[in-house]
């Protein structure tokens, strides 16, 4: 009796491959729970005859019914690619139903989640104009989208997409359970809001890159005071305040310090003694190091440079005036000498 040496890794996998794709004369019918890029990728490797349709799985009326083939819907997906959608008659109702792609592309709207996506990703690289964010679309993936869409589609989304980014970044660092490392980076930024200016103070660790605290406040309250009080609060181990264990925490001024070591700021006069009084050491960073390295010449540049403009000045100055008295005394020689 000979062994089977059927591979039955690749028979699972066709298996699989045909409960969501299957075949028919020139069709290519796939399950509406199959990703759009399955789809586009299906539509340009096969020929232009060859109709990529989305048919339903559960083929039930909401009535009870059962439902039959009745015709396929044209849907332009993304307003460019031919995608049919399979529509269903009940027997029982007589209403016809087209396939639903929940999931896939959401109700009155023409363009898939995962193009909506990419535009909320954007944000993730670079903050850049909504103009930009639908020229990189009509680039990457040769869309006429406009940058009204982008727009509303961003308004209407942002706050579930951060919320779910910023829900999936602490339970990532949950599982990884990162430790402070004791060199932080301290952070000032400048910004405007409806005719209104705010500072943003930020805290992070240098090696970790886990952002410690994040305040924004108005310019008003930015003072030295406040630097000291946000770094001081920000380097208590605040971990106490998110433990359902221990429902009466103490004071954040009585909890443990992290490890602290060094904190890396720019070149302002405060933070030093800040710092001191905190018990960390300070670091400038790179920048403001050959800034403060390059001010000097910068200066010795423009004393030498405003010397040369003043000696230059003066130069030209004298001239003018040694000229004028040349011919001022030749018009009194001339004279005494008509005199005489």
């Not at 430790?179 to 660790?205: A, H, P, W």
Request: with cysteine; aromatic share 10%; charged share 30%.
């Amino acid at each position: 009796m000979k062994r089977n040496k059927t591979p039955t890794g690749k028979v699972y996998a066709e298996k699989i491959f045909n409960s969501f794709v299957w075949f028919k004369d020139e069709k290519i019918y796939l399950s509406q729970e199959v990703p759009s890029i399955i789809a586009l990728f299906l539509l340009f490797i096969m020929p232009r005859e060859v109709k990529i349709i989305y048919d339903m799985a559960d083929r039930t009326c909401p009535c009870g019914g059962k439902l039959h083939k009745h015709e396929i819907k044209l849907w332009k997906m993304n307003k460019i690619f031919p995608i049919y959608k399979q529509r269903y008659k009940c027997c029982e109702c007589g209403k016809t139903l087209t396939t639903p792609l929940n999931g896939i592309v959401e109700r009155h709207c023409n363009y898939t989640t995962y193009i909506m996506d990419l535009i909320l990703n954007i944000d993730s690289i670079e903050h850049t104009s909504y103009k930009n964010k639908a020229k990189l679309l009509q680039k990457q993936w040769k869309l006429k989208i406009h940058r009204s869409t982008v727009y509303l589609h961003k308004k209407n989304k942002y706050s579930q997409y951060s919320q779910a980014k910023w829900k999936g970044i602490l339970n990532l660092l949950n599982k990884t359970k990162l430790e402070c490392s004791g060199v932080y980076c301290y952070v000032e930024e400048f910004i405007g809001n409806k005719n209104q200016k705010y500072t943003r103070l930020s805290l992070m660790d240098a090696n970790t890159r886990v952002i410690i605290n994040d305040l924004k406040i108005p310019n008003e309250e930015f003072t030295s005071d406040f630097i000291k009080i946000f770094i001081k609060y920000s380097l208590k181990d605040l971990s106490v305040y998110s433990d359902p264990t221990t429902p009466n925490p103490r004071h954040p001024l009585l909890l443990p310090d992290l490890k602290k070591e060094v904190i890396v700021t720019d070149g302002d006069n405060a933070y030093p003694n800040i710092l001191k009084e905190l018990g960390v050491e300070q670091h400038l960073c790179v920048f403001h190091k050959i800034m403060n390295q390059r001010t000097f010449t910068w200066k010795q540049q423009r004393k030498i440079k405003r010397k040369q403009g003043t000696l230059e000045y003066l130069k030209t100055k004298n001239t003018e005036r040694i000229k004028q008295r040349k011919i001022k005394r030749k018009r009194t020689n001339r004279k005494a000498f008509k005199k005489g």
